[in-house]
């Protein structure tokens, strides 16, 4: 058992030592990363230490302890390899394309005070979020739109994941108690001791349940509307009505504990929050594209109980004491921001939907500026934000 041990602990040496090289020797680092990295060495200089201290007792202890020091090797590994499955590869992966994500995100966690001591990095996939506490935040985007003006706006949303891991204990409150109210509005009038009405309560209780992660994933669209306004609604409209008829419509079964709310629902409750912030053209636009599309696959609008038009002064309430509670960035304060890339998603939506022949030029010539620190940067004229935020 103790060659055992030592072997295995051998080994860990080695792999730590080839994670820190790694991190230590990657070139052309954005200074966004640098504090992400630090924390990568910091962690393999400490489960390094450990180690060492594995070896030092070795050499002095009998076999009674040999039980516990594998255990605590196992602990060890683990942490390993959860480092290097899931935190390493951002730093190591790092390419020129993703320095607009960075810069956006480190605007985002810089500009809320509950996050900015919250390091964080990109990486490539779908746009999800993994906001450990205690941990750094690794954001996923596709690498297309790293530095694409267009789809940035959606890490707003991703960001609303990491502000409700924040509030963790508050939000869960405030969706506990919309969950009792959805129960309540699903209960019958009369309740019968039969088969039909056991049936009844399990999809009562499942549609429940279901909705604790779909209120999580309004709220984040809240987040993005309210830091983002329009240009965070056309880009999660343009995102999601390419992907086909699951957006509009699912079978009951793939509704029960979904973990994202049929994108349809998402849009209509959105519509509702953007006329109410007094961006009504852009609700009528979201609501007559969206039924457009539906009407041209003849689908019509069926949730099986999950969700009606009845949710929403419920749900808009909710969401609301969320928004309380994280204090995220409004619109106008964003955009007032001389550091702030909001205008420019704004800006970019709107020369995309007027059609401008040169729209990628602009595009990769406003990226640039932007990095550059130069006059796109400048705080937008008073003038111009209020339009933005009305």
Known sequence: ?????????????????????????????????????????????????????????????????????????????????????????????????????????????????????????????????????????????????????????????????????????????????????????????????????????????????????????????????????PAFLHAFSMCCRKLGREEFHLPQESLVFRTHPVSWIRIKVLALRAEEMGYSDIAAELRETWAEIASCFNITEEYFGFFSDNFLAMINGTIDDMLVEAEPLDLRTAAADGNSPVWLFNQAWDRFLCKTADFSAWEDNAVKEFLAGSESRRMTPVAEVVALSQ
Not at 9 to 24: S, T
Not at 69 to 74: A, K, M, P, R, V
Not at 155 to 182: P, T
């Open 1 to 229: 058992m103790r060659d055992i041990l030592v072997s295995s602990n051998q080994d860990l040496l080695y792999e730590l030592e080839m994670v820190r090289n790694a991190l230590a020797s990657k070139d052309g680092l954005p200074p966004e990363l640098n504090g992400y990295r630090e924390w990568l060495i910091h962690n393999c200089d400490f489960l390094t230490g450990a180690i060492k201290e594995i070896f030092d007792i070795l050499s002095t202890a009998d076999d009674s302890i040999l039980v516990d020091l594998f255990s605590q090797t196992n602990v060890i590994a683990r942490h390993l390899n959860f480092l290097n499955s899931t935190f390493v590869n951002p730093v190591l992966r790092t390419k020129d394309t993703d320095l607009m994500a960075l810069r956006v995100l480190s605007w985002l966690h810089s500009s809320h005070q509950s996050t900015k001591d919250t390091f964080f990095a990109v990486s490539g996939g779908m746009f999800a979020c993994l906001p450990f506490p205690g941990w750094p935040t690794i954001y996923f985007a596709p690498c297309s739109a790293h530095s694409q003006l267009l789809y940035l706006p959606l890490l707003l949303h991703e960001f609303g994941h990491l502000l409700y891991a924040v509030h963790r204990a508050e939000m869960d409150a405030l969706v506990k108690e919309l969950q009792q109210k959805i129960a309540a509005s699903l209960q019958p009038t009369v309740i019968r001791n039969d088969k039909y009405s056991q049936d009844a309560t399990r999809r009562r209780d499942e549609i429940v349940v279901t909705w604790f992660d779909w209120t999580q994933e309004l709220f984040c669209d809240a987040v993005g509307l309210s830091i983002g306004g």
